[in-house]
């Protein structure tokens, strides 16, 4: 069992008396940043802000900590080192991303997109439909959000380069086959591109074993810096075309990032890999154990939640009921402004948001009204039983 004290030690943000009796909810637009990516980032800006790669020992330091960064986040994703990126943003990749592909395919080919993704993965391959580029949408379930791989394999056939879905949606919150839409698509000889920017703070997935040729996320919600975190494999970033300055594009890690990284921030993530090999040897299991001992602590932690929000009057839960094939990030459709709601939750000092969370598609999809919002209650590992609780009993006092 995850021993949450020891987690939340790792966390200086629940030690400080300014967030002291503030339960926070709102884990899906952020977390926290832990100790080891807090204490690289200052020792970066302190020792080693230069021009990394040079001959000097401060330079020296920093691309050091940059590669090993790389090095680290690679193998606990499962791929070589090689196919991993940084940018400033998931947005800012996926933008890049389209781009090469508009390159790469022809005009009639098509691209697969869904209405349950953040607008991150699917705005900018939607895009390409102005420059001749045919968009397919796999569409939602209205009723329940729920992506289903039989309606993905009806749009499938030889026109179709690419499929991009996400490994859950940030506010449908149910995670998605990723092994099984992945082989749908690659049977019918299309690429794979999985959003996991609201899956991977739950768990840093095995990218390798999953199988999908794009895999993108956000470290800041994976307790690190503000970065974007892409993994393109090697044998489709061989062949996309250059998207950087022409004399790095022999390079994998530099040809999707035009412009150049922030340092400092690519450094610290290393941080994020001495936080996860602390979690193991604490608890005495190996590295990639740690993602199964952070679900099963969220999914006992998200059962009474969702045995609280489920059948209120006027409340409508977005997703599955079952904690067990879902993230912990519960949307909750309301008779009134969601950001009305979180507001008076924030007065019994729970930390949340209503809006429509760039969610925009599918919440149109399930007929919730946009300026409405929903009500959004996330949180990841480092939660507490007593934080739940917390949120329960407000919970029964606002709605």
């Not at 999914?299 to 209120?312: H, I, S, T, Y």
């Amino acid at each position: 069992m995850l021993d949450v004290d020891f987690v939340r030690a790792q966390f200086p943000a629940f030690s400080e008396p300014f967030l002291e009796g503030q339960a926070f909810f709102e884990n899906a637009g952020g977390s926290y940043a832990c100790g080891p990516v807090i204490d690289r980032l200052t020792r970066f800006y302190r020792e080693r802000k230069v021009q990394p790669y040079g001959p000097f020992a401060a330079s020296e330091a920093a691309g050091a900590e940059m590669d090993e960064a790389r090095r680290r986040l690679s193998a606990l994703l499962g791929v070589d080192t090689d196919e991993l990126s940084f940018g400033p943003s998931t947005t800012q990749n996926t933008y890049v991303l389209a781009r090469a592909f508009q390159q790469f395919m022809q005009p009639g080919e098509a691209i697969i997109v869904t209405n349950q993704d953040h607008e991150a993965n699917s705005g900018p391959w939607r895009r390409l439909e102005a420059e001749g580029i045919e968009i397919r949408e796999w569409k939602i379930d209205p009723g329940t959000g729920q992506l289903n791989p039989e309606d993905l394999e009806a749009l499938l056939d030889e026109k179709v380069r690419l499929v991009c879905f996400p490994h859950c949606s940030n506010v449908v919150g149910e995670i998605n086959p990723v092994v099984e839409i992945t082989a749908l698509a690659h049977a019918a000889g299309a690429f794979v591109c999985v959003d996991g920017v609201s899956y991977a703070p739950h768990g840093f997935p095995d990218v390798g074993g999953l199988g999908p040729d794009i895999y993108l996320f956000s470290s800041y919600k994976t307790y690190g810096p503000h970065q974007g975190i892409m993994v393109v494999r090697r044998a489709l970033a061989e062949v996309l075309p250059n998207q950087a300055h022409f004399f790095n594009g022999a390079s994998l890690t530099k040809k999707f990032t035009p412009a150049g990284p922030d340092h400092a921030q690519v450094a610290a993530c290393a941080g994020m890999a001495d936080y996860i090999d602390a979690l193991a040897a604490h608890h005495g299991c190996a590295a990639g154990e740690v993602h199964d001992l952070m679900r099963a602590h969220e999914v006992r932690l998200l059962k009474p939640l969702l045995d609280a929000v489920a059948g209120r009057n006027g409340v409508r839960l977005l997703g599955p009921r079952d904690a067990e094939t879902r993230a912990p990030t519960v949307a909750l459709s309301l008779p009134g402004s969601a950001a009305g709601a979180a507001a008076e939750l924030a007065q019994h000092g729970i930390m949340a948001a209503g809006s429509d969370f760039y969610a925009v598609r599918p919440l149109q999809a399930m007929g919730i009204d946009t300026q409405r919002g929903v009500l959004r209650l996330s949180f990841v590992h480092y939660t507490s039983e007593a934080e739940v609780t917390k949120l329960i009993e407000a919970l029964d006092r606002v709605l």
